[in-house]
């Protein structure tokens, strides 16, 4: 059995002040594309099964113009699939905090084909399949400790669906971390986990298969990291991780302003924006640490207008000197609010930066090869 399966889509996001040509904030519309595009790459697969394990939807009352493209890009799909086998599970975005409340899903199950869990664990069997599938929506997360998990032995293949963050995933969870021995075990052909944007293998069978677009709170520790879906086959526990086009975000190498002149800082933003080849249209952030008042105010207003205009989103950084932090110190022993002042990457884009080379050797390509181990590494 072939699944295809997506999730923390986050139809109805929006952010900064942009609008497309139709009137619509351009980051609603840049999710809906990326949505699309991963629907249209489902149906070419022809998977036996579809997963969303969770946050289709950003909020628990979407926006209209998201609502009503996303009811009609499913009901296309379902349409062209003749109603096979397509499960939804609900995330904490789109579920409502009262218990009583409809949740905006339950509308989806008017389209053939769709099944939808949103209040508490569900096993629910797809007998065109001979599948039993283990649903753990973002509110039955709670039920967890009260249950017994275990497999249909009567099924042919035993699925699980959960939203929700496993231990060791990220240090920085704001809610108690899952057991991940009470999910992750072998006896399930198949764990579809959802609530992590990044595509994360946390076992052969256990994939959470990462957001669609860039959509969660802190998206710049995610800059350089695909998109997608995953396309897994329950026979072999092989899976392919597919990637969707989706806006372009760069979190440029931070500037230590400490010992620079304003020319020099001025000179140092521009360069850094314009060694990316495609800044027009990203979203772009840019720190500059050690940045006193008095220098800031000197800064060159025209080219940090122009950057906004050609940028979808710039967002210049400024962080002035700690106190007791000397002049010229390393910020990367420092923390801002939970957030490391410099990561890996950034610590080797500094170096790089004025590490001496061969002439014949290209600056921006050896800095971008390193980032791309350092990536990779991380993954």
Not at 127 to 154: F, T
């Amino acid at each position: 059995m072939r699944v295809a399966h997506i999730s923390d889509i986050h139809l109805g996001y929006r952010a900064y002040s942009r609008t497309n040509e139709r009137g619509m904030n351009q980051r609603e519309a840049d999710v809906l594309r990326a949505f699309r595009s991963a629907l249209r790459a489902i149906l070419d697969a022809e998977p036996d099964l579809i997963l969303i394990t969770g946050d289709l939807f950003h909020t628990v009352r979407p926006p209209n113009s998201s609502l009503i493209t996303a009811y009609k890009y499913l009901m296309e799909l379902q349409a062209q699939r003749r109603g096979a086998p397509l499960v939804i599970i609900a995330g904490n975005h789109e579920t409502p905090r009262i218990a009583e409340s409809s949740c905006i899903l339950a509308l989806l199950t008017h389209i053939p084909g769709i099944q939808v869990v949103f209040d508490q664990i569900t096993q629910l069997e797809l007998s065109a399949l001979s599948a039993s599938l283990l649903c753990i929506p973002a509110r039955g997360v709670n039920e967890l400790e009260q249950r017994i998990l275990e497999p249909n032995p009567n099924a042919r293949w035993n699925l699980m669906l959960l939203h929700g963050l496993l231990e060791g995933i990220t240090p920085f969870a704001l809610e108690r971390p899952i057991d991940r021995q009470k999910i992750v075990r072998e006896e399930w052909d198949y764990i579809a986990l959802g609530d992590w944007h990044l595509y994360t293998q946390v076992a052969p069978n256990a994939l959470y298969a990462g957001a669609t677009e860039f959509t969660s709170t802190n998206i710049w520790e995610e800059s350089g990291r695909a998109k997608g879906w995953v396309l897994y086959d329950a026979t072999t526990r092989a899976h392919e991780f597919h990637p969707v086009p989706t806006r372009k975000v760069y979190d440029l190498t931070p500037i230590d302003a400490a010992e620079l002149s304003v020319a020099e800082l001025n000179d140092a933003i521009e360069a850094r924006a314009n060694a990316v080849e495609d800044f027009d249209g990203a979203i772009v952030r840019q720190r500059v640490y050690n940045l006193l008042p008095e220098l800031r105010s000197q800064l060159d207003g025209e080219l940090l207008r122009e950057l906004k205009m050609r940028a979808l989103h710039y967002h210049f950084d400024p962080r002035p000197p700690r106190v007791g932090v000397r002049s010229g110190q390393s910020p990367s022993s420092e923390r801002d609010e939970g957030e490391p002042r410099l990561t890996l990457v950034d610590e080797w884009r500094m170096f790089a930066q004025s590490y001496p080379l061969p002439a014949e050797i290209d600056r921006e390509a050896f800095i971008a090869l390193g980032t791309r181990y350092l990536v990779g590494g991380e993954a």
